[in-house]
Each structure stands twice: as C-alpha cells, then as structure tokens.
T-cell receptor
Framework: QKEVEQNSGPLSVPEGAIASLNCTYS??????FFWYRQYSGKSPELIMF????GDKEDGRFTAQLNKASQYVSLLIRDSQPSDSATYLC???????????FGGGTRLMVKP | GAVVSQHPSWVICKSGTSVKIECRSL??????MFWYRQFPKQSLMLMAT?????????EQGVEKDKFLINHASLTLSTLTVTSAHPEDSSFYIC???????????????FGPGTRLTVL
C-alpha cells in the first residue's frame, strides 16, 4: 500500500524563523511531489511541486527532494503568522493521475 | 489561471434527500477530475476519479450507487449524494487536472469545497 507520512504537529515556530516540514513516502516509483497549504475550513491551495532531486525555491518556500531516502521537505523562511495552516504533502505515482495525501502537518507561527 | 469553482459552497438538507455538487474548471480543460471528502481534523480522502466521457473510478469502500458522478464535458463534473444521511455530512472538495499541462507539471487544482450538512 502506498503511504505518505507526515508528523501531525503542531509545529510551533516564532515569527521570522524557518519552518521545516517533512514528508516520507513508501513507493520508490513515485514521480511527482506536491505541497499544499490548507487553512481551517478551506480547500487546499498549491504551494509548489517538485519532481527532480535537489532543491526548488519559490519566494520564501523551498522544496527539497531526496528520492534515495524517499523524503521530501518544505522550508518556509521568514515565517509569518499568516503561514499558520495545515500543510499537506501529496505524491503522484507512476501509474494513473491520482495523488496520495499525507495526513498533514499543522504549523503555528507565533508573533 | 487554473481556477476551479464549486457550487454550492454549502448546503443543508434533510435526511433522505439527494444533493448535487458541481465542479467546474473555469480557464482550462480537465479530462480528469477528482472528488475528495474531508471530515473535521482529518486529511483528504479520495472518493473517486472522474473521467470525461467515461465512468468514474471509485476508491475502495465508496459506494458508487450512493455517490453518482457525471463528467459530461471537459469543464464540468458533478457529484450527487443520493439519499443523504447525517453520516454523509462532510466537506466535499473537487480538484481538476489540466489536460494540457506538460508531463510532470500536471498539478491538481482544488475547488473551494462544498460543506454538506445532513439533518
């Protein structure tokens, strides 16, 4: 069974700090990796995707992928209280188009 | 770009009635749409994959006769919850995959969700 694991948190960081969110996945055939942010009562919104080993930066966000370790992470620099949300890691496997979601990590950024 | 809408945003209905939820991709074509359900403080659970012009593929444990999915066009998929009961109360979210996106970048874009409350 394909699994995506995340620490449920909450992860608490002070404003201005770097928040590090981690995700592991079970299937080495995984193709693409996505990070979504979900505010309470709202639907997920895409932050970024990554499909090659290494780092991918977009503004304050950096996604890191290590396929050998089956590990993907999201770093948020200069964390703001508005970043407080649940962050969902999602993995797309080779077969089909569906995404498998992790349980999400709740991030709290304290002023 | 990549906007997905859902209608209605929220609905309250009596037990035993049917509720239809629409999911539209507004500025792109989506041969594939997905329907998720999310209970409070839980992650998204994929219910079914909706394919334009063909039958939907349901995940294990999801009753296809209760959750009717129709994907009649490249921009519209509907989910009908038939004979709804209180345990069907949940947050239903659709997503759409851009058919013309380059391989590896075919992300799913989510609609705003529909909150269903069955009394």
């Amino acid at each position: 069974q394909k699994e995506v694991e995340q620490n449920s948190g909450p992860l608490s960081v002070p404003e201005g700090a770097i928040a590090s969110l981690n995700c592991t996945y079970s299937d080495r055939g995984s193709q693409s990796f996505f990070w979504y942010r979900q505010y309470s009562g709202k639907s997920p919104e895409l932050i970024m995707f990554i499909y090659s080993n290494g780092d991918k930066e977009d503004g304050r966000f950096t996604a890191q992928l290590n396929k050998a370790s089956q590990y993907v992470s999201l770093l948020i620099r200069d964390s703001q209280p508005s970043d407080s949300a649940t962050y969902l890691c999602a993995v797309k496997y080779n077969a089909g188009n569906m995404l498998t979601f992790g349980g999400g990590t709740r991030l709290m950024v304290k002023p | 770009g990549a906007v997905v809408s859902q209608h209605p945003s929220w609905v309250i209905c009596k037990s035993g009635t049917s509720v239809k939820i629409e999911c539209r991709s507004l500025d792109f074509q989506a041969t594939t749409m997905f329907w998720y359900r999310q209970f409070p403080k839980q992650s998204l659970m994929l219910m079914a994959t909706s394919n334009e012009g063909s039958k939907a593929t349901y995940e294990q444990g999801v009753e296809k006769d209760k959750f009717l999915i129709n994907h009649a066009s490249l921009t519209l998929s509907t989910l009908t919850v038939t004979s709804a009961h209180p345990e069907d109360s949940s947050f239903y979210i659709c997503s759409a995959r851009d058919s013309k996106a380059a391989e590896g970048t075919d992300t799913q874009y989510f609609g705003p969700g529909t909150r269903l409350t069955v009394l």
